[in-house]
Nanobody, 114 residues
Framework: VQLVESGGGLVQPGGSLRLSCAAS????????MSWYRQAPGKEREWVAT????????NYAVSVKGRFTISRDNAKNTVYLQMNSLKPEDTAVYYC????????WGQGTQVTVSS
């Protein structure tokens, strides 16, 4: 199993970013996928989850209405569209897959600062 995140960077408050997580090594279309984040000095926290078909999504209260999780099963990729970014969104963002084990990507840094 391999999960590779990309799309992070430095953005001003109010800006947008789209993160991608390319998955391989398992039947991507059969599993729900999640995004988590970890800010400096804090524990990793759940951000959003999407079911295998993309029909159901759930979000942490802190990002609901600003972030959108989606997936393209033909490309084995899950996305996180982040709008109206705030400094408190600064973190390393990870995608997560739960199969026979728990798998994480290497993370992508998102920094929201003026």
């Amino acid at each position: 199993v391999q999960l590779v995140e990309s799309g992070g960077g430095l953005v001003q408050p109010g800006g947008s970013l789209r993160l991608s997580c390319a998955a391989s090594g398992f039947t991507f279309s059969s599993y729900m996928m999640s995004w988590y984040r970890q800010a400096p000095g804090k524990e990793r926290e759940w951000v959003a989850t999407i079911t295998s078909t993309g029909g159901t999504t759930n979000y942490a209260v802190s990002v609901k209405g600003r972030f959108t999780i989606s997936r393209d099963n033909a490309k084995n990729t899950v996305y996180l569209q982040m709008n109206s970014l705030k400094p408190e969104d600064t973190a390393v963002y990870y995608c997560k897959h739960i199969g026979p084990g728990v798998y994480w990507g290497q993370g992508t840094q998102v920094t929201v600062s003026s």
